[in-house]
């Protein structure tokens, strides 16, 4: 609990304040007409009617007022709370698409998002953390205010007596759930990913029908089935484990509570009878024990909830601390100073190049020198596991050569702001994707501000040109959402080539852009690359060698090496592997 509480202090500390002040007002709002209620009983048993009803009236008005009050006081924690918990989401997910990507490739950068990610959707939030710690604030309030409405009866043995659970059954308590958190924590975390991996599988074969016609072919029915039978069986193992867990500490703190409920009745029987303690204080001590066990009952639960929720709270906020990249960006000074890092043209220099991937044995570039400074269109060609994308991701600036080092008119890439060097570049990556937005969300990425209509349809050339006004009609003007299962691999390379060109940068790589274009797209592609190859530097990674025809220098790498370089026809001629390449699949472009 206190690491809760110094993490919300640190993060939000007025909503702390809130709470520690609604938890105040909450107890003020119990406990006023408790101590109230006395003086109206003795003043009707006394048949003094006068300050029986100014009595009655005061404990009414104060019951009209604070309830309300204190009502209104909850709904603002709960708003505040809500609001708490809604901007951790989005710091998580910040921070999570703030990395470094160079940081994503080493250690378990990427599983700690994941799992951080799983557990604020599915296991822990802070709302349900700050409301449990503003009930645990509020009863211990309730403990003392009870303690203290009995002392002022000058019955102070009585709290003697009444703090009995509290002396001896919440270290008790508290010792238990430190013995078990380890355990507990393991069983909820090996059952919550069990849980969540059946609803990834469900949710797939529930949204993604085009897993049906598989589904029925193979008959993944009877494995389905022993799944959710699998999951339902070890969920009543799991639930009843810590049923059995809570039960321990119910049990011990019911016999605590009832020795020591059962001696407070035995004195309070024995002064009402010895004429101590009259009886209309009764009531008031009935009600201020209820309120004290109660709250001490509710503690225990509470605090038993927090303890497995800590091991949760340590893991978002480990990632709620990374160092990051800063996106906070003056627009205007970016492409200032994006203008004079292309005042001397494009060029890259690239020298004595190797990258060896983290806990790889082997190199996946070595000893690379090239110089890329043609506005035209290149190529890269090579076999799987060559290098290719490797150098993408190296030319991006998104990962650091091992070894040697790339420039980009004579500045070291790691010395240029990176924000500034993504103004000049864009990249179709070889595994990118849409996302589950609208088309216009997803071709204007990093202008979504200027969405409209007229912006949309003023910059529809490249669109038309691969077919993709056509084959989305209307729903262009509409919010649909694209996704992996309403779209073809053909639609979504279309999408993502429209990306790229949509923000009229003067370089331009894409890797592996028409795998999964037919040839009269593929054909457009190259006819709209053409029109633009005299003012932008393009760069085609690819498989498919009819990207090589019209390209005026092709780069071969072979085995992280580069083997070759020249025109076409150069290559034929002097390259076996670009010519073995090319005539494996000469017969499809005939």
Known sequence: MRKLITTLFKRNPKLFFLISLQSIFSAIATYIPLIILPYFLK??????????????????ISKAVLIPLNQLFSNIISKQAIRFNNEIIQKLFYKAMSVPY??????????????????????????DAIIMLNSI??????????????????????III?????????????????KDKKKVFTMIEDHGKVERDLGYL????????????????????????????????????????????????????????????????AIVIFQVKTGIIQVYSILTYIQALTLLYSAIFEIQNLIQGLTRSIPYLDKIEEILNWETETQEENEEEII????????????????????????????????????????????????????????????????????????????????????????ILSIIFQDSYTLPLNLMENIYFDSIKEKTQTNY??????????GIIDEFGEDIQKEKILTRRNLSGGEIQKILITRALNRETPALIMDEPNSALDVHAEEKLY????????????????????SCKDCKNIFVLDNGSLIAKGSHSELLEKCPIYSELWNAQVELYK
């Open 162 to 178: 009444l703090s009995l659970p509290l002396i001896i059954g919440m270290p008790l308590l508290l010792y238990m759930h430190k």
């Open 202 to 265: 469900l949710n797939e074969i529930i949204y993604n029908f085009k897993i049906y016609p598989s589904f029925h072919i193979f008959n993944l029915f009877s494995m389905i089935k022993h799944k959710l039978q699998e999951n339902s069986d070890n969920s009543v193992d799991y639930f009843m484990t810590l049923r059995n867990l809570n039960s321990r500490y119910n049990i011990l703190l019911s016999i605590l509570t009832s020795i020591s409920t059962a001696t407070a009745f």
């Open 527 to 546: 006819a709209s690359l053409l029109e633009k190859a005299n003012n932008k530097f393009i760069l085609f990674v690819t498989h498919r060698m009819r």
């Open 43 to 60: 003043n009707l048993i006394a048949k003094d009617f006068n300050n029986t009803i100014f009595w009655l009236l005061v404990f009414l």
């Open 336 to 423: 200032r100073k994006a203008k004079e890092l292309l005042a001397n043209g494009i060029s890259w220099q690239i020298n004595n190049l190797s990258y060896k991937y983290e806990g790889a044995e082997k190199y996946a570039l070595k000893d690379i020198n090239l110089e890329l400074n043609d506005k035209s269109i290149n190529a890269l060609v090579g076999k799987n596991g060559s290098g290719k994308t490797t150098l993408v991701l190296l030319l991006s600036g998104l990962i650091q050569p091992t070894e040697g080092n790339i420039s980009f008119n004579g500045i070291k890439l790691s010395d240029i702001d990176p924000k500034v060097y993504r103004k």
């Open 137 to 158: 604030i509020k009863n211990i309030i309730f403990i003392i205010t009870s303690l203290w409405v009995v002392q002022i009866f000058k019955q102070f043995y009585f």
């Open 102 to 127: 160079i940081k994503l490739q080493k250690g378990n950068t990427r599983g700690k998002i994941q799992q951080a990610h799983d557990i604020i959707f599915y296991d822990f939030n802070y709302n």
């Open 457 to 466: 349809k003023a910059n529809s050339s490249y669109k038309s040109k691969y």
